[in-house]
């Protein structure tokens, strides 16, 4: 083992007894560079990076074999590597899109803009097509919350929900968000079931890389506090059954937001394997059969959850214990 120098071990106040000022404050700056060194993750082991190129080369031929184009960006939330493939190519979100307006939702009822339990009259003029729990409520008589709301839209995807939150928080609130975040390629540009929009080219998009940063900056706490941190990924835990958790365990935790387009589909979330979370942004369009895009994410994610859950239950030396068995 490698010592550290004595004097990057030494406390504050074995640092005062310098009299020289100059010196008590170079050994301070040493002992603070030396400390954030040895708070920053740790560098992956030669194994690991050895997994995640068989992950690299197992995701490659799901991507050869797919009639259509397909970006992807997956990140460990604990040591920060990640895999790359097209993720700064932009793709049509679709109903991906409503991650960013679930995340301003909650941004504002942090800064007390508003409050997640503010009720709200459905109307008549709210209701669009594929709006599978809005359609159903008597318009001018039911009142839900803004939560309520919340959870239709990542729970069924309810289009009206979706448009009544993107009325509430407005549209340039949820974009000047995602530019504080250097999400520049991110853009609401519409509500949902908006043809004419669509038709003029207001899209609403974004990147593997941009959406995979998103959700790596509310996992860490950086746009939103513990509480709401917390209550965001407890609402976006509602959506089932999506393309990233189809072939993955019952039971395991998966926070996502799939989308469906003509030639397109999307998925992007976190993955909440104990002791290893992940990202997981994959986006796909230009498809000759949409049903193969669906399972081609599938593909992608089961093979990313089957690295992330060896890691997870994994020494450093590569000794996986699963539970329930012993040892020898």
Not at 187 to 215: F, V
Not at 219 to 242: I, R
Not at 253 to 263: C, F
Not at 298 to 317: I, N, Q
């Amino acid at each position: 083992m490698v010592s550290s120098p004595p004097v990057l071990g030494a406390s504050a106040a074995t640092i005062a007894l310098f009299g020289d000022p100059i010196m008590r404050r170079f050994l301070l700056s040493v002992l603070c560079v030396s400390t954030c060194l040895a708070q920053s993750p740790a560098p992956s082991s030669g194994k690991t990076k050895v997994l995640w190129q068989k992950l690299e080369a197992s995701i490659e031929q799901v991507d050869q074999q797919l009639d259509g184009v397909m970006g992807i960006a997956i990140e460990d939330l604990n040591t920060g590597d990640h895999y790359f493939l097209h993720e700064d190519e932009v793709f049509a979100q679709a109903s991906s899109i409503k991650i960013t307006v679930l995340a301003n939702l909650y941004l504002q009822a942090q800064r007390g803009q508003l409050k997640l339990n503010d009720l709200y009259a459905v109307q008549a003029s709210d209701l669009v097509p594929d709006s599978d729990i809005m359609n159903g409520l008597t318009p001018g008589v039911t009142r839900v919350t803004l939560r309520d709301l919340a959870t239709m839209v990542m729970a069924v995807s309810d289009n009206s929900a979706a448009n009544v939150l993107i009325d509430r928080v407005g549209m340039q609130n949820v974009n000047a968000m995602l530019d504080a975040l250097g999400l520049t390629h991110t853009r609401l540009r519409r509500k949902m079931m908006d043809l004419d929009a669509a038709r003029q080219g207001r899209e609403n998009i974004s990147t593997p890389h941009e959406m995979m940063t998103l959700l790596d900056a509310i996992y860490h706490g950086k746009l939103l506090n513990k509480e709401m941190t917390a209550d965001f990924f407890q609402v976006m835990s509602t959506n089932h059954p999506s393309f990233i958790p189809r072939d993955l365990p019952a039971g395991l935790r998966v926070a996502d937001k799939e989308g469906e387009l003509e030639a397109v589909r999307n998925d992007s979330g976190i993955v909440f394997v104990e002791g290893r979370p992940y990202v997981i942004c994959v986006m796909t369009g230009y498809l000759r059969n949409e049903r193969e895009g669906e399972e081609a994410i599938s593909k992608v994610s089961l093979e990313t959850w089957r690295m992330f859950d060896r890691l997870s239950r994994a020494t450093e030396y590569g000794r996986v214990v699963s539970p329930g068995n012993g040892t020898r």
